[in-house]
Nanobody
């Protein structure tokens, strides 16, 4: 089992920045690729970003490319999502998730085994 807990969400004005953190406990964190997803009211959960188990490979949704950066600190069992130039359409609950490390780039929810509870991000115009 891997337990995931997100933090860092909040209310920010358009153009601002937030950094989300996801702390992991349980099984060895470095055995998992990590991802961030988001879900806005009335919409399906969508992929945001993913990072391989060593951190050498990353992949982003087109909607956040150039604005968001995913990173991880394996000794701290933590993955981060730095979000810059936020837009109102980025408003959603953000979830971190863990996928088996064999899946280097995981963009689909069904590839992930463990999920956090989510943290709300609200961007005002």
């Amino acid at each position: 089992q891997v337990q995931l807990g997100e933090s860092g969400g909040g209310l920010v004005q358009a153009g601002g920045s937030l950094r989300l953190s996801c702390a992991a406990s349980g099984r060895t964190f470095s055995r998992y690729s990590m991802g961030w997803f988001r879900q806005a009211p009335g919409k399906e959960r969508e992929f945001v970003a993913t990072i391989s188990w060593r951190g050498g490979s990353t992949y982003y949704a087109d909607s956040v490319k150039g604005r968001f950066t995913i990173s991880r600190d394996n000794p701290k069992n933590t993955v981060y999502l730095q979000m810059n130039s936020l837009k109102p359409e980025d408003t959603a609950v953000y979830y971190c998730a863990a996928a088996p490390a064999v899946i280097t780039i995981a963009t689909m929810p069904r590839q992930y085994e463990y999920w956090g509870q989510g943290t709300q991000v609200t961007v005002s115009s």
